[in-house]
């Protein structure tokens, strides 16, 4: 009769620890003999095994939250700073140069130098609504049509208001014509 059969589940168990024992005491044994059968022994290969699956996972994760973070950051890092399409123009009588900018929203430096005549004299810019074209807004009426309203200013005597001495020419009218 095996004893497998009779025996009652505390002697199984009994029976079972001792031969865990045996099994233990057989490979510490066996281990001094070989220590790198540690890697070879099925328990150990698992818990390494799954300490090395959750190292990766808690990786990934720390990975994964990384690249989140980099990606947002990112997105905040290239989100463009606004800008304004400006139109600009130099207010120097003799240049009088427009230009597109894009400049940024808050944009307060002005005036800006001008590229064309080197001053310091470039401005917000309006267009003109009679010649269409865009002139420095701080400058008052377009330049460009009080130029073409009034011929260039000449240095022309004065016109006197009225005639000079005219108590001496001309003096109270004679009382009869002749
Ligand atoms: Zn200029
Ligand atoms: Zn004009």
Redesign the pocket.
Known sequence: MPPKLTATWRERLTDHAQRAVADYSRWRADLRDDPTLVWRTRPIIFAITGIVLIGIAFGIQALANHWVAAASGSRVFEKPTPTATVYVA?A?PN?L?AAVLQLPMNFRAWPLP?A??G?A?VHRAELCKSCRTWYAASQGPCPHCTAKAAPPKTLTPRKPSKPGDSEDGWGPLPDSAP
């Open positions: 130099c120097n240049c140069d001008c064309t005549c001053g004299s």
